[in-house]
């Protein structure tokens, strides 16, 4: 599966890329496949430790702020391994037939 999400923390101010970081240190550390952008950070791998990972990271945020926000999305297909740059892959094939 590949999950993108959010988490932030609420209550703490504008500044929230101190708390962000200590949730990407937490999804760099999984040793799962991962991509962080400006609005999400994608995860990819089995559902138990995905979720896993997405628990512990929100952890970490709530170690900073008494409130937090998770936005999720999951894509779940079997059969899919590297979909993080194979899906991307994809589109960018298609962007080169144009």
Do not use: C, Q
């Not at 504008?14 to 999984?30: F, L, M, T």
């Amino acid at each position: 599966m590949i999950v993108a999400f959010s988490v932030t923390p609420i209550g703490t101010g504008e500044d929230v890329g101190e708390a962000v970081a200590e949730a990407v240190r937490v999804v760099r550390a999984s040793g799962l496949p991962n991509h962080t952008d400006a609005m999400f950070t994608s995860l990819e791998g089995e559902w138990d430790e995905v979720m896993d990972v997405v628990k512990r990271a929100v952890e970490a945020v709530r170690e900073r702020a008494g409130r937090v926000s998770l936005v999720l999305k999951a894509d779940l297909r079997d059969g899919v391994t590297d979909g993080l740059t194979s899906k991307v892959a994809t589109v960018e094939r298609y962007l080169r037939t144009d």
